[in-house]
């Protein structure tokens, strides 16, 4: 099979794709997406990750359709690599209080 055109993707230009998203992507990530990303993250099935989040198989593919369709990705791997980009797997420290 030959490849007769090849769309750049997130992959291909990641730098310049995650500094124009940076902006127009709202919200996000919220703490649902960053749960649901790490889930993923973990190579669990969808079948897994939706008895963990407590919803639908049809509700975890619509949720994982619309990330991708925010940030303009084609591919869950697509999907995975600008998440990382734009640091929503990043996992927040906790807080530090001060004792005086």
Do not use: C, Y
């Not at 992507?25 to 703490?31: L, R």
């Not at 975890?60 to 991708?68: E, H, P, S, T």
């Amino acid at each position: 099979m030959t490849v007769t055109h090849v769309t750049p993707g997130v992959v291909a230009h990641p730098l310049g794709r995650t500094r124009a998203l940076v902006g127009s992507v709202g919200k996000e990530p919220t703490t649902a997406t960053q749960h649901l990303l790490r889930l993923m993250r973990t190579g669990a099935t969808d079948r897994a990750i939706a008895r963990e989040l407590d919803v639908s198989l049809r509700t975890l593919n619509r949720r994982i359709a619309r990330l991708q369709s925010l940030l303009g990705v084609q591919s869950r791997f697509q999907l995975g690599v600008l998440a990382a980009e734009l640091e929503w797997l990043a996992v927040p420290l906790p807080e530090q209080s001060s004792k005086e």
